[in-house]
């Protein structure tokens, strides 16, 4: 088992407030499985989850990065505008 911190960033900080931001999780765990534990957790940001860009200790990854314990994982919604 590992221990990650999550943020949610922009609107999903306030949607999302009340979530717990440590959590463990399974050894070996990518990004992308953890949208879906994530999800699991919240099932209100699943849809959200999807279109996101992650950032694990401030760098952008994909999907396929393997978390490590320890890491911080900050979730960032689109952003729209001119």
């Given at each position: 088992?590992?221990?990650?911190?999550?943020?949610?960033?922009?609107?999903?900080?306030?949607?999302?407030?009340?979530v717990?931001?440590?959590?463990?999780?399974?050894?070996?765990?990518?990004?992308g499985?953890l949208?879906?534990e994530?999800?699991?957790?919240?099932?209100?940001?699943?849809d959200r989850?999807?279109?996101?860009?992650?950032?694990?200790?401030?760098?952008?990854?994909?999907?396929?990065?393997?978390?490590k314990?320890?890491?911080?994982?900050?979730?960032?919604?689109?952003?729209?505008?001119?």
């Amino acid at each position: 088992m590992m221990k990650l911190t999550f943020r949610f960033l922009g609107r999903f900080s306030e949607d999302l407030s009340d979530v717990d931001l440590e959590h463990d999780f399974d050894d070996g765990l990518a990004v992308g499985q953890l949208r879906g534990e994530i999800a699991a957790l919240v099932p209100e940001s699943a849809d959200r989850l999807k279109t996101c860009m992650v950032a694990v200790n401030t760098n952008y990854v994909n999907d396929d990065q393997v978390l490590k314990e320890g890491d911080e994982v900050a979730f960032l919604p689109p952003v729209s505008g001119g």
